[in-house]
């Protein structure tokens, strides 16, 4: 059965500083990867999804995330955080072949202090 | 915006009653889910369709039943609703290889 794990339930960052938020997923077949984002009230945005290929994509808002399959993880990073950024985000993980059943992590809460 | 609704946007209701929540997409595609978002578990899915009338369960379905009569509208139905229930209802349709999310129904269940 596929799994995802985002170990951080909350994450507390300065503006400017950078982030990476931690995910691991656990997947039979090679796995599509994504990464989404939820500000509050708000349904989910696509931030950057990886399906094969160049192991390190970028996304939208300079977010970007690199896929490690020995480490079974796809980290989401960004090098200077903005207030704006400050929302949930989850991590998904689905197949080509599996109906695109996407199975997500708990979420991690960024918050933002200026 | 990838043209999806979903109705309505809140709802409260008493526990024993019927619920219907509606999904709808204008752009034809083929395949729909419904996802459950309760704090510390993320989404998880309920039911999806790959298809007019042809729909599967998902991870947490006991409760909850879909239908698909027509390509853009997707139903899920709580048969009789329980306090467990109170959550955050997501649709979401997939394009290629990803998918995008409806607004979301909040419903509460008294």
């Known amino acids: 059965a596929q799994s995802v794990t985002q170990p951080d339930i909350h994450i507390t960052v300065s503006e400017g500083a950078s982030l990476e938020l931690r995910c691991n997923y656990s997947?039979?077949?090679?796995?599509?990867l994504f990464w989404y984002v939820q500000s509050p009230g708000q349904g989910l945005q696509l931030l950057l999804k990886y399906f094969s290929g160049d192991t390190l994509v970028q996304g939208i808002k300079g977010f970007e995330a690199e896929f490690k399959r020995s480490q079974s993880s796809f980290n989401l990073r960004k090098p200077s955080v903005h207030w704006s950024d400050a929302a949930e985000y989850f991590c998904a993980v689905g197949g080509g072949t599996s109906y695109g059943k996407l199975t997500f992590g708990q979420g991690t809460i960024l918050t933002v202090h200026p | 915006d990838a043209g999806i609704t979903q109705s309505p946007r809140h709802k409260v209701t008493e526990t024993g009653t019927p619920v219907t929540l509606r999904c709808h997409q204008t752009?034809?595609?083929?395949?729909m889910y419904w996802y459950r978002q309760d704090p510390g578990h993320g989404l998880r899915l309920i039911h999806y369709?790959?298809?007019?009338?042809?729909?599967d369960k998902g991870e947490v379905s006991d409760g909850y039943s879909v239908s698909r009569s027509k390509t853009e509208d997707f139903l899920l139905t709580l048969e009789s609703a329980t306090s467990s229930q109170t959550s955050v209802y997501f649709c979401?349709?997939?394009?290629?290889?990803?998918?995008?999310f409806g607004p979301g129904t909040r419903l509460t269940v008294l």
């Open positions: 997947y039979g077949a090679t796995p599509y």
């Open positions: 752009e034809n595609h083929r395949y």
């Open positions: 979401a349709i997939r394009v290629v290889d990803e998918q995008f």
């Open positions: 369709s790959y298809g007019v009338k042809d729909t």
